[in-house]
């Protein structure tokens, strides 16, 4: 990962203007759930919720933690490493809770 | 690819301070220090994650019992919570870019907001715990929840039981990310020290960087904690 | 009064400016940051807790000589095991290899100065020491009892026994592997001297790459397991309480999830290390290198796919036990790659008998059986007999002292002249990886029949079935024996610190970056930074008739 500082003036703007963008999305996104949250879009309403919270989520981690303009692979990596595990986690344990035949 | 790990043998003038004997260029010493704290994030990831497990199964077993939990805890403060850490998050991004521009006053100027920030969710977090404390929602000896309808069956009651086991979840959940806040403002305390005394340039700011990717990750899961506990069935 | 050993005429080693004599003092051992002392202080330490552990495994040894219970009462008999474990498991066995031969040769195999972060080393070390002081302390102010595994709502809601202690010490000593664990992923990414790419590194660096995958990823969750026992112990808080609603499988599924990949980190590098001796006392690189590494890869993702086959009869669903099962299968075939290549490596190699080749067969065999073993109780229908049973105790065993602390033994002799600069007395070495083989399978094949013939685990009485005495009068037998055979090393290792042949830089002859620095090496590892152009594993080159051969040592096998 080469350092940002030899970039040029012009360059230099051009990072301000994305995270102010990535900041905007991210409250429009909070207030979408908050909205969404209120409106009965029975069964779907965890999936939407949840599903705004992964972009938001994204949005920081590819823009703010600067995953997106990371120069090797490894970084993301790393990221889809832990998600894989987690996903395993959750994934596995509910393979017994979800074929339970009693409650 | 590049590989980082290859010396280029060539040193340009004399040594950063800051520059450890095992490292053979500064770049390598940065880019260690960067995979370290990503390293260190995802297995911060996993540990959050048990908690996040042991959520999944009882949403699902409860469903009606955790929505009636949920429906008494301020969705107001966690949506204000929620918009305070994302406002944080991008002073963390300034301060970063701060530092890469030599702008020292915008730098400390960037880590003092960000700090306010984190003090200002941990008030409202403070508030929160205060208002379960004196509903007797808080679990142990104390807890009651009797009498409190399910949202949409407004004849049926929730379990005292379940809804317990939400709110033990609610506090371990929450108090465990509380915890890390309380931790990255030590880490930005200490880096406000250091911008302060001058040490960070635009050629070595590496523990700006790395706190920042900290910092996003702790706002990273509170954007999963608040609708997994705040938002459950909010419409009925 | 013995009179003091004639200096030899050669130049010592230890004249040389070496990182044991460079400083001296206890201050400059308690703050000090190279790695190779942060290895001598765990190699300190966890051999301490091993004879505190292998204490606890004699008195549970004693018990069972007779059917009865006559030698401690039932309640101490549960600490007893309970401590044994812990202790073993925690304090022992997961730190062993990587802290010790670990934090030594990982950064010297890939040609670096040091670790990345040698001041978390240092933490990781203080880490395990706090932690292993609260063990002590829990154990020495009653204990707990609940088995290693202290399964809920026993341990949250029923013992009176001294659970959260225990819980913080073994969080705390858990930080300390996942701080190790991420030292050596940084230091292997970004630290490998210039030509040292991924497919020259040695296999035992990628075995603790693997190792270190599994202790950051699958660590925290048994440490937030623990902060929610500690929570529900102190808040009754329901979340394991049938009571209350919740559900003790939730617990083991969170305990199993760590602890059964944890039985990879114990087991990969000791694989890594038999890996590197077949090589050497087979003069020949080994057989399917890309195998090897990605089997140990393999290992570790695959590892953390079949953790509820340690709940089988614990009454979760009989298709997801079905689907563990599948797995627990799918997760021997690295292995057996492993044995194969071993195995290939063999055929047809120069063969050396020194004590390191013998652990390392030692492992060949027992590690085998163990793994086959697991296989047995991958098995749902078999599974059902023999789990709780002295069988399972067999397996695990067979499999963390035949392999694991086998493995172990062999590293620390196959580097000892590395780390000390001295030899250890082969003869001595050679009769005592026997009488470790010998104790070994007399303690615990037994436990194979026991366990098939019915003997529960964790009884303390069997007098119920009195025709069990014999096999029980014979594994406790093996263990005395297999308790020589673990002292002797100690002793000699000891001895050969002040009495010792001095070593040369290489006295195997062995392939590898450690190798070419000095016995023992300067603090910062090299004299100047290697630049490797060869591959790893270059037996027919080392030896190699030819003296002009490129990295060829003249040095011939010291006896």
């Known amino acids: 990962m080469s350092a940002h500082s030899s970039a040029s003036a012009s360059a230099t703007s051009s990072p301000l203007k994305g995270y102010f963008a990535v900041w905007i999305a991210l409250l429009v996104g909070t207030g979408l759930t908050v909205y969404a949250a209120t409106l009965d879009l029975a069964p779907y309403n965890a999936a939407v919720a949840l599903g705004i919270a992964t972009i938001k989520a994204t949005l920081v981690a590819l823009f703010f933690m600067h995953v997106w303009h990371a120069g090797e692979k490894l970084i993301k990596v790393v990221v889809i490493s832990a998600l894989f595990f987690l996903l395993l986690l959750l994934g596995l344990t509910m393979t017994d809770y979800a074929a339970r035949l009693w409650s | 690819m590049p590989d980082s790990s290859t010396a280029t043998g060539l040193h340009t003038g004399a040594h950063n301070p800051a520059l450890l004997h095992h490292f053979a260029e500064p770049e390598q010493q940065r880019d260690a220090a960067s995979l370290g704290m990503w390293v260190f994030l995802a297995t911060e990831v996993m540990f959050f994650g048990g908690l996040f497990c042991a959520y999944l199964v009882y949403r699902r077993w409860y469903f009606p019992d955790f929505a009636a939990a949920s429906k008494t805890i301020n969705m107001g403060y966690g949506a204000t919570n929620t918009a305070v850490l994302i406002c944080s998050s991008l002073t963390v991004v300034l301060a970063v870019w701060a530092a890469q521009t030599a702008r020292r006053t915008l730098l400390i100027t960037s880590l003092i907001l960000t700090m306010i920030l984190g003090l200002a969710f941990l008030g409202i977090k403070g508030i929160e715990y205060r208002e379960k404390f004196v509903e007797h929602h808080v679990p142990g000896a104390s807890f009651s929840f009797e009498k409190v309808p399910i949202p949409g069956h407004p004849d049926e009651y929730a379990n005292p039981r379940h809804a317990q086991i939400f709110f033990s979840l609610y506090f371990v959940m929450t108090g465990l990310h509380a915890l890390h806040m309380i931790i990255g403002l030590g880490i930005f305390l200490w880096l406000l020290a250091m911008a302060w005394k001058g040490r960070f340039t635009p050629e070595w700011h590496t523990p700006v960087e790395i706190g920042g990717l900290y910092w996003h990750f702790v706002d990273i899961i509170w954007i999963y904690l608040f609708p997994l506990l705040y938002l459950i069935d909010r419409h009925l | ?559």
């Not at chain 3, 290489?506 to 392939?511: I, K, L, R, V």
């Not at chain 3, 620095?517 to 910062?524: H, M, V």
């Open chain 3, 1 to 559: 009064m013995p009179n003091p050993i004639p200096q030899p005429t050669i130049v010592q080693p230890a004249e040389r400016e070496n990182y044991l004599n460079t400083k001296y003092g206890v201050w400059s051992w308690l703050l000090t940051t190279d790695h190779k002392r942060i290895a001598l202080l765990y190699l300190i330490s966890i051999t301490f807790f091993f004879f505190i552990g292998g204490f606890f495994a004699l008195l549970i040894r004693l018990e069972l000589l007779t059917p009865a219970g006559d030698l401690v009462q039932a309640d101490t008999y549960n600490k007893l095991f309970t401590m044994h474990g812990m202790v073993m498991v925690f304090f022992f066995l997961i730190p062993s290899i990587p802290a010790v031969l670990g934090n030594f040769l990982v950064p010297m195999m890939v040609g670096a100065k040091d670790l990345a972060f040698p001041r978390i080393n240092l933490l990781s070390w203080y880490l395990y020491i706090i932690g292993g002081v609260m063990m002590l302390h829990c154990m020495l102010t009653g204990g707990v009892d609940t088995g290693w595994t202290f399964y809920a709502p026993f341990s949250t809601n029923f013992t009176n026994t001294k659970i959260v202690e225990a819980g913080l010490a073994i969080f705390v000593a858990g930080f300390s592997s996942i701080l190790t664990g991420l030292n050596f992923v940084v230091t292997i990414h970004r630290m490998r001297a210039p030509g040292m790419t991924w497919s020259r590194l040695p296999l035992f660096i990628w075995a603790h790459y693997a190792t270190s995958i599994i202790q950051l990823l699958g660590t925290p969750v048994i440490a937030v397991t623990i902060v929610m026992v500690a929570a529900e112990r102190a808040l009754h808080l329901g979340i394991f309480d049938p009571k209350l609603g919740g559900d003790p499988l939730l617990f083991q599924h969170l305990f199993w999830f760590y602890s059964h990949p944890a039985v990879y980190i114990m087991i990969l590098p000791a694989m890594g290390v038999v890996t590197e001796i077949i090589a050497c006392f087979s003069r020949k690189r080994i057989f399917g290198y890309s195998f090897v590494a990605f089997s140990s890869i393999a290992i570790a993702v695959f590892g953390f796919l079949v953790w509820a086959h340690h709940m089988f009869v614990a009454g979760m669903s009989v298709y997801a036990a079905l689907v563990f099962s599948l797995l627990s299968y799918a997760v021997a075939v690295p292995s057996a790659i492993k044995v194969f290549n071993w195995t290939a490596t063999l055929y047809k190699g120069s063969i050396h008998y020194d004590a390191p080749m013998l652990y390392a067969f030692g492992f060949l065999g027992l590690f085998t059986i163990g793994g086959l073993t697991g296989l047995f109780l991958a098995a749902l229908g078999i599974d059902v007999h023999v789990t709780d049973t002295y069988f399972v105790v067999a397996h695990f065993h067979y499999i963390m002292v035949g392999g694991a602390v086998m493995g172990y033994l062999g590293g620390m002799h196959f580097w000892w002249p590395k780390i000390s600069g001295k030899l250890y007395p082969e003869g001595w070495a050679r009769l005592a990886a026997l009488i470790v083989f010998i104790g070994f399978n007399l303690t615990f094949f037994p436990q194979f029949l026991l366990g098939y013939m019915g003997m529960p685990r964790r009884y303390y009485d069997y007098s119920h079935m009195p025709e069990f005495q014999v096999l029980n009068v014979l594994s406790t037998a093996g263990a005395t024996v297999l308790g020589v055979g673990y002292l002797l090393p100690m002793i000699y290792f000891l001895w050969s610190m002040r009495y010792g042949k001095p070593a040369s830089d290489n006295p195997w002859n062995a392939a590898g970056l450690e190798w070419k620095t000095a016995s023992p090496p300067p603090t910062f590892n090299f004299d100047e930074e290697p630049v490797v152009t060869w591959e790893a594993y270059n037996y027919e080159e080392l030896d190699s008739p030819d003296k002009d051969a490129p990295h060829n040592e003249e040095v011939p096998v010291a006896r």
